[in-house]
């Protein structure tokens, strides 16, 4: 029999520290349908704007007493934020939004209302717990498909940032909630990387901590999230840093800005929603479980994100392996780790190879300083293999990354979601130098072969001449 005093005690400890509440994926369902039963929604339409205050009606049925709807134009244009605020016990703010309108023809019960569901359901969640660490702003744009207008993109968050002023410095990062609720997608973690405008030609990126935080909270919550995409996330990674992806969520806004920010989708390079920015983009496509799911990974993320400290360095060179994300100096080893054998070996032969090594070794060193994915990407592999054995078979294999990254490039483009690359131009006359000096090795490994083979054929015996045996006359 129990104790009753234990029976006390256990029941003392539940009540102490009770069970997250789960984000209900039939919740987030009927507010994707609510949002797509209003038809096609596109920014600067009556219908964008009922749509802004359905969001903030749910936003404080969800518990949020601080809930406002904030009005913008851009050239001409009028558009509505919906925005709720949850205070936390500690200064500093993390952002969780979505948005609410429509491609022109699209009812957009997936992009984006199943994004806006799951936020509602998640603030939902976490304003029946205790103040969270730091103060969540919930919010849901207009403008997103500005596109369509021809007068830009994501107007409304940018409007959003802008409204922020210099309360800005207090936002630790922006987690987006885009496109959800495919039964046939995978949530993960889009890090698109987007032009910089500080700094002409080049790119901003989600920073390795935020990736590691929000891949971290997830799995404590019980969610899962990949990078990029669920088959596809190691080679995903090196294709955004090198070519220009036209795919993007309103983390483009705060990125752009100076804040961290990434986005989360269940649509993917290898399984990608269907009815994108179609009129067949209706309620009955979505699934609860998917949206469930997609919840409790944002949840789970959104608690860890919020408490960590406010950083702005850039943090861009990262790359994650099974849910963990090496940062930069993990890279920068693995670059010097490719370099070891073929220098020890260089070293060892002197002369010409030890200065082609050398030349190799310097050109590989800038590229994995200046851009470490591509470069351990494209030539990490050939370097160390080139340096362990030079057979033309090791080499040819070292080179299937590099293959595999310019057919899914290809692919990508042909489908329309790339546009260009990131790569400045010497950085691709280095590459390419830098891959045509890692062959040395094969190919000379190869000529020697073909030299040492013929050196070493003999010729075949002279056949000897048959007929009649030779007589000696008699003198």
Known sequence: MIPLSALVLAAATAAANPPSPSVDGNAALKHASALASLGPHPWGSPRSRAAAAYVAAQLRGAGLAEVRQEDFEVKGVRGVNAVGVLKGAGPGMVVVGAHHDTAPDAPGAYDDGGGVGVMIEVARVMARRPPPPRTIVFASWDGEEAWSTGLGTTTGSRAYVRSLGPQARDVVAAFVVEMSGWSGGTPVLQSVAYADPLRPGRHVIAPAWLMAASLSGARSAGGSLGVGDPWLSWLYQPTVRM??????GDDLSFLQAGIPAVFASDSSFSAFYPFYHQA????????????????EAVRGAVDEV???????????????????VAPQWVLLLAGLAALLPG?????????????????????????????????????????????????????????????????????AWARGFTQGTWLPLWYR????AAL????LPAVSAAGRGLKNGAKGARPAARPAKRGLPRTRLAS
């Open 243 to 248: 070519f220009r992806v036209n795919y993007y």
């Open 280 to 295: 067949g983009d209706t309620a009955d496509r979505l699934d609860a479980a998917a949206l469930a799911r997609m919840g």
């Open 306 to 324: 919020a408490r960590a400290p406010i950083r702005r360095d850039p943090d861009a060179n990262w790359f994650a392996v099974f849910g963990r």
């Open 343 to 411: 220098l020890v070996h260089g070293y060892g032969s002197g002369g010409r190879r030890l200065l082609a090594r050398a030349v190799l070794s310097g050109a590989f060193a800038v590229l994995v300083w200046e851009d470490p994915v591509p470069a351990l990407w494209i030539l990490g592999l050939p370097v160390l293999m080139t340096g362990l054995s030079p057979s033309r078979l090791a080499y040819g294999l070292s080179l299937l990354p590099a293959v595999a990254l310019a057919l899914l490039g290809a692919a």
């Open 429 to 432: 006359v280095a590459l390419f």
């Open 436 to 439: 045509a000096l890692s062959a």
